[in-house]
């Protein structure tokens, strides 16, 4: 049992480790897209968060959103996370398709001030504000 635990504790211990070289990877990208896909997952999940809680929020739209970080955070994944490029794709259609559910009964000004990141990404994820052309 204890070589059991050991185990356990030594294989958590390198997934943190290595999660902490990710992140300090992901800083040290230039700007552009690369750092910006590295950091829409983390900006998706605080956005899911400030939504949640904000009043202006309409039920399903907090739902589709709650769902999504849920989605995100679980480890159960349509396409396995260790594959790379493709890995977190099942995450960014959710968390895509959630947003772009909750951006047509939220006011876009609701969205841009719970998204963290850069609002040229959110608002191309969006889409067109209702009521202008493509």
């Known amino acids: 049992m204890r070589d059991w635990l050991i185990g356990l504790a030594a294989a958590v211990g ?7 070289v990710l992140v300090l990877l992901a800083r040290r ?10 950091a829409f997952i983390p900006d998706c999940l605080t956005t899911v968060r400030r939504l949640r809680t ?3 929020v309409p039920r399903r739209a907090k739902i589709a959103v709650v769902v999504a970080g849920l989605w995100v955070a679980s480890p159960i994944d349509l ?4 594959l790379p490029v493709i890995g ?13 559910y909750a ?3 939220v006011p876009r000004e609701v969205l841009l001030a719970a ?3 850069e609002p040229r990404l ?3 994820l969006l889409g067109p504000p209702h009521g202008q052309g493509a």
């Open 14 to 20: 390198c997934l943190l480790a290595s999660w902490a």
């Open 29 to 38: 990208l230039p700007p552009g897209i690369l750092r910006d896909l590295a």
């Open 54 to 56: 904000d009043p202006r």
């Open 79 to 82: 396409i396995p996370e260790f």
């Open 88 to 100: 977190p794709l099942d995450d960014i259609v959710v968390v895509a398709l959630a947003l772009r």
């Open 103 to 105: 951006g047509r009964q």
């Open 115 to 117: 998204w963290p990141g």
């Open 122 to 124: 959110l608002n191309r």
